[in-house]
């Protein structure tokens, strides 16, 4: 049951980035190919990693968790830049963003150091020793810059914080820390077009055909899609290139002008179904190390969800995070897999 919403997202994924050649004189099926390769390698992933016992995971945190950080430093040095951020290393003509394998990595950082500190430490001491196996995977993925993703990785470490339960005092901390990082990033690390990115998002009409260019084409084809959609292949943002990142960032405005209210809301409807089928795994976990790992990727699912569907319809600023399961992204789309595989085999032990 966890399986068929999964499956039903991946193919929306699939065929919108296929409509796009649908209406090309020279239609290039590129990204469609290496997205359908992607695609069976981690569905192949995932049935080996549920039938694989989770608590493997363990034995194996310090490894994940340092080999992550050290991709995340090599890739300012020797990756390939796309878009002003040095994020991807480029084998063969395959990219691989290792940000997505340090979202993996520090889930199940996370997940093992609360299994075996929950009990031993107060709230200070979680808040202190967590954040600092969060703070260089964060750090490193800011100096790309990728503040998207970096915002991810803070939703992760705070998400399981959050979990035990939150006195004022530290709730206090975090929104200190919160405006500290805040002011130091505004006024000496962000560019100036990523400054305009959140004016936008405050004043959406602030830069029309500059920074707002993108918000504004997306929020056109949301809208064009009406009830039933224009069809796959016929809306005239996306194949007329007004909507940018098509395949990636926007492509739940892709899909919602091809397919319409009707399309854009079955999207919302599986990921409510497969957000709620994670949830009852939780539940009925078998240890807390299970129910840690399977509630760390519902952050990751659910905050990455929020955030792009409401930046394709302008209630989030753009943040360059594509939408799980349904965007073009090879690495992403296989880590994503990876973890429901994890996911099931915590589901398939209850049942043992």
Same mark, same amino acid.
């Given at each position: ?24 004189? +020279? ?62 290393? +480029? ?44 703070? @260089? ?13 970096? &915002? ?10 959050? @979990? ?38 405050? $004043?959406?009409?602030? $830069? ?31 194949? @007329?290139? &007004? #909507?940018?990142?098509?395949?990636? $960032?926007?492509?739940?405005? +892709?899909? !919602?002008? !091809? @397919? ?41 699912? &659910?905050?990455?969800?929020?955030? +792009? ?13 594509? #939408? ?29």
């Amino acid at each position: 049951m966890l399986f068929a919403p999964v499956l039903l997202l991946v193919i929306f994924g699939l065929s919108s980035i296929y409509s796009m050649t649908l209406n090309v004189e +020279n239609p290039d099926l590129t990204l469609f190919n290496k997205q359908i390769i992607f695609a069976i390698i981690g569905f192949v992933l995932l049935f080996f990693f549920s039938f694989f016992d989770y608590r493997f995971w363990k034995n194996y945190t310090v490894f994940l968790y340092l080999s992550a950080n050290i991709f995340l430093a090599a890739v300012l040095f020797f990756g390939q830049t796309i878009r002003g951020t040095s994020g991807w290393f +480029n084998f063969w003509g395959i990219s691989f963003q290792p940000v997505e394998f340090a979202k993996f990595s520090l889930v199940i950082a996370l997940a093992h150091f609360y299994n075996l500190k929950y009990k031993k430490l107060g709230l200070t001491s979680l808040f202190f020793f967590s954040g600092l196996i969060a703070i @260089l995977p964060i750090a490193l993925t800011i100096f790309q810059p990728d503040f998207g993703s970096a &915002f991810i990785l803070i939703i992760i470490w705070f998400g399981f914080f959050i @979990l035990f339960g939150i006195k004022k005092k530290q709730f206090l901390y975090f929104l200190a820390l919160i405006a500290t990082v805040a002011l130091i990033l505004w006024n000496f690390i962000l560019f100036d077009y990523q400054q305009n990115r959140i004016l936008v998002f405050v $004043d959406p009409g602030r $830069d029309p055909l500059g920074s707002g260019y993108n918000v504004r084409q997306s929020i056109i084809a949301v809208g064009s899609g009406k009830f039933t959609g224009r069809g796959l292949g016929l809306g005239t943002q996306s194949q @007329l290139r &007004f #909507l940018p990142e098509i395949a990636t $960032d926007f492509i739940y405005a +892709n899909i !919602s002008e !091809s @397919l319409g209210f009707c399309g854009a809301a079955m999207v919302v409807v599986f990921f409510t179904y497969f957000f709620a089928k994670l949830l009852l795994i939780i539940k009925k976990a078998k240890d807390d190390f299970g129910a840690y790992l399977v509630y760390g990727f519902l952050i990751i699912f &659910f905050s990455q969800t929020v955030i +792009n569907i409401g930046m394709n319809i302008g209630l989030f600023p753009v943040a360059g995070l594509p #939408l799980p399961l349904v965007s073009y992204g090879g690495s992403f789309l296989v880590v994503c897999l990876v973890g429901i595989g994890i996911v099931e085999s915590v589901s398939i032990s209850e049942k043992q």
